[in-house]
């Protein structure tokens, strides 16, 4: 049974009954969490009386935690435990925030016995957790007393300085003149060992459970702060061979600078209990040096004013603080004369809690709810210049970035890592500008910069891209002249060469042979026509401006009520479908093929009305031409010449790849030309062929 818990880890025999502190103390959490049973007896060295929690039993040996049930004032076997009670306990372990702990089904009294001999253990062995419940004596001087936030929690507390650290104390009863009285006493007291410990069961400190004040041995009482001698600043931790630690020690001097705090409150996991903190900092000079002194104390001081202070010394890696302190305000004095800092010592911990001036460079200006943040470089060193919310910015906000500025304030050293320091001003005028920054900096330059490359850029992209429209929009006048003089040349050059054929020949045969020459003249007049429909066409080939600024629709209304403005016949375009813009080439096509039906109505039909209809299907886009002439006749006669402009339709209905029809009778004639939609590598297709025709042509 020396170590019962590990001999049946994970066995699935049953737990064995625990009859001794030690072999709980044995356990480790994760064993103490399965539950054993346990059956031991002690003393009760340990109990708040008022709360009735916090018991603690020793057995001689070891001491054991013992949970509380969840209604102690109710249980009748909890309620009326005293200290010195031996009693036995029955129930179970459960895993506790720091080490297991006992959870009873049972506490039975026996008697009553003497408290055990009290250990003497080094604070450093405390600190390990292996003492945990044990019952000590400790001696030491307090530095604190304080009260829980909570009202309902009756507890005070109190930091007992020992040779090695300090050990937080707590009694459950107490009276109020108890919270100043014993500050600055050496006393003794015995209570039991307990640990701070946190959320994840880690060590965090040392507390004691002593329980009432009254068991406060005084060995040396407390004497009045203010009648202590008065000791320089700079003999603070000097050494000496009869030097006396943790007790109070007398200051007198100036105050340089006072730093109001804010209250914290702090929820204290290990006691459930939650402390608020309140330290206000002031820095006081005596002229053999400077000190920060941490106090409670709510009289705020300004700059300026004689204080005595009575602190507790405390080493730090600048020069030695004064806590918990209480100071007495008296009259006022010069403030000390600011040391000049230079960049070359601007960092280091001989400066701390001096008042100094400092040159440096001005960043900038931050803004927070309590306090203003001047951020400034020394050098090569980056400091924060802090100032009260409460003071007036006006004039610090206008000092531009890069501005040389003087500053006064308080040196506090940060000891890091890595080290730093603040500057604690008093008033904005402690800030003194040297020399303002130029308007016109590098970042402006910069700015400027960017901004004319930025205009650059566009300025190129735009020049480049007018230049490519030109160049296509010249190229595009070029291809369109070489077409037509491409036409020209093979339709009416050739034709009127034909016809001065004809035309000597009649010359050469109208007087032997005149009814050759007539022939020959009526050849030559069908060959005119033929020429007159080719140049027509040829021309209306050319890429119609009524596209450039409307589309198809628009287009065709605009051209034949163009076409028949002081003719008896009227011209109408509807529109059926979602209008949409088509590629350029099928609707330079379907214009002329329009206005081709348009023109073929009226010279040759004698049409009164003309319905242009335009239907659009996400499949193909259809033109419909329909008028009330006297019809398309093959025989000609009641439209001469009019085969040659539906030779040129048949052609651009080619071109499109679209169908024709054509369906005429004595009451008029319609033409119907359906276009498919255009896939897209079709159209990629047409303007690579057309771009190959301008390249050949010119």
């Known amino acids: 049974m020396a170590v019962p818990a590990l001999a049946h880890a994970g066995s699935d025999e049953p737990l064995p009954l625990l009859t001794t502190i030690k072999q709980i103390r044995e356990l480790t959490q994760d064993e103490g969490a399965r539950g054993y049973r346990v059956r031991v007896r002690g003393r009760i060295s340990h109990f708040d009386e008022v709360a009735k929690v916090s018991l603690i039993v020793h057995d001689g040996e070891f001491g054991q935690f013992i949970m509380p049930p969840p209604n102690p004032k109710t249980v009748a076997w909890w309620r009326d435990l005293r200290r010195g009670d031996v009693v036995e306990i029955e129930g179970r372990t459960v895993r506790g925030g720091f080490a297991p702990n006992i959870e009873p089904t049972l506490v039975r009294r026996i008697g009553q016995s003497a408290m055990p001999t009290a250990k003497h253990i080094p604070f450093s062995s405390m600190l390990s957790g292996r003492h945990d419940c044990d019952y000590v004596e400790i001696t030491g001087v307090i530095q604190r007393a304080w009260l829980a936030s909570d009202p309902e929690m009756h507890t005070l507390f109190a930091d007992v300085a020992v040779e090695d650290g300090i050990i937080r104390a707590a009694f459950w009863e107490y009276r109020d003149e108890d919270l100043t009285r014993f500050v600055d006493a050496r006393v003794r007291l015995r209570g039991n060992v307990g640990t701070l410990f946190g959320r994840t069961e880690q060590l965090r400190g040392v507390s004691l459970f002593v329980g009432r004040v009254s068991d406060i041995a005084v060995l040396e009482d407390a004497p009045n702060p203010f009648v202590l001698p008065t000791r320089s600043i700079?003999?603070?931790?000097?050494?000496?061979?009869?030097?006396?630690?943790?007790?109070?020690?007398?200051?007198?001097?100036?105050?340089?600078?006072?730093?109001?705090?804010?209250?914290?409150?702090?929820?204290?996991?290990?006691?459930?209990?939650?402390?608020?903190?309140?330290?206000?900092?002031?820095?006081?000079?005596?002229?053999?040096?400077?000190?920060?002194?941490?106090?409670?104390?709510?009289?705020?001081v300004r700059p300026g004013t004689v204080v005595e202070v009575a602190g507790f010394p405390a080493v730090t890696p600048g020069k030695p603080v004064l806590t918990n302190a209480v100071f007495k305000p008296g009259g006022a004095a010069p403030e000390p004369s600011p040391i000049p800092i230079s960049a070359a010592n601007v960092l280091t911990p001989d400066n701390d809690a001096l008042l100094v001036r400092m040159?440096?460079?001005?960043?900038?200006?931050?803004?927070?709810?309590?306090?203003?943040?001047?951020?400034?470089?020394?050098?090569?060193?980056?400091?924060?210049?802090?100032?009260?919310?409460?003071?007036?910015?006006?004039?610090?906000?206008?000092?531009?970035?890069?501005?040389?500025?003087?500053?006064?304030?308080?040196?506090?050293?940060?000891?890091?890592?890595?080290?730093?320091?603040?500057?604690?001003?008093?008033?904005?005028?402690?800030?003194?500008?040297?020399?303002?920054?130029?308007?016109?900096?590098?970042?402006?330059?910069?700015?400027?910069?960017?901004?004319?490359?930025?205009?650059?850029?566009?300025?190129?992209?735009?020049?480049?891209?007018?230049?490519?429209?030109?160049?296509?929009?010249?190229?595009?006048?070029?291809?369109?002249?070489?077409?037509?003089?491409?036409?020209?040349?093979?339709?009416?050059?050739?034709?009127?060469?034909?016809?001065?054929?004809?035309?000597?020949?009649?010359?050469?045969?109208?007087?032997?042979?005149?009814a050759a020459a007539r022939r020959s003249l009526d050849v030559a007049r069908q060959m005119l026509r033929y020429s007159q429909e080719e140049t027509r066409r040829s021309v209306m080939d050319l890429r119609s401006q009524a596209l450039e600024s409307q589309d198809l629709a628009g287009a065709l209304t605009d051209l034949a009520r163009q076409m028949t403005a002081g003719t008896a016949a009227t011209a109408e375009v509807h529109v059926d479908g979602p209008v949409r813009r088509l590629d350029a080439s099928y609707e330079h096509h379907l214009l002329r093929i329009g206005l081709e039906a348009v023109v073929n109505a009226l010279k040759h039909s004698g049409a009164r009305r003309i319905d242009i209809q335009l239907q659009f299907s996400p499949e193909a886009t259809r033109l419909i031409v329909e008028d009330d002439g006297c019809g398309f006749d093959r025989s000609a006669k009641c439209a001469p010449g009019a085969h040659f402009g539906l030779q040129g339709i048949r052609e651009r209905v080619d071109k499109l790849g679209g169908t024709l029809q054509i369906a005429s009778d004595s009451s008029g004639t319609q033409l119907s030309v359906t276009v498919p939609e255009p896939r897209p590598e079709s159209r990629d297709l047409v303007a690579r062929v057309l771009d190959h025709s301008w390249r050949t042509s010119s």
């Open 359 to 514: 040159e440096g460079h001005f960043l900038s200006l931050l803004t927070g709810p309590a306090e203003r943040i001047l951020v400034l470089k020394v050098g090569e060193t980056v400091l924060d210049a802090n100032l009260g919310a409460d003071t007036a910015t006006d004039a610090l906000e206008q000092i531009r970035p890069g501005s040389i500025v003087s500053v006064t304030g308080v040196y506090s050293y940060q000891w890091g890592p890595p080290p730093s320091f603040r500057l604690f001003l008093r008033t904005p005028d402690d800030v003194r500008v040297i020399s303002l920054a130029p308007w016109w900096t590098l970042r402006h330059t910069m700015v400027m910069v960017a901004m004319l490359a930025l205009v650059a850029c566009a300025a190129a992209f735009w020049v480049r891209t007018t230049a490519n429209r030109k160049r296509q929009q010249y190229q595009a006048v070029l291809n369109e002249r070489s077409r037509v003089g491409r036409e020209l040349h093979d339709t009416l050059e050739q034709g009127l060469a034909g016809i001065s054929l004809q035309l000597e020949a009649v010359a050469g045969i109208l007087d032997a042979s005149p």
């Open 234 to 300: 700079r003999s603070i931790y000097n050494y000496s061979a009869s030097g006396e630690v943790h007790r109070r020690i007398r200051v007198r001097g100036v105050v340089t600078c006072y730093i109001p705090g804010h209250p914290v409150e702090v929820s204290d996991f290990t006691s459930t209990a939650r402390f608020r903190y309140l330290r206000h900092v002031l820095y006081v000079d005596d002229g053999t040096g400077g000190a920060r002194v941490e106090t409670e104390q709510p009289d705020q």
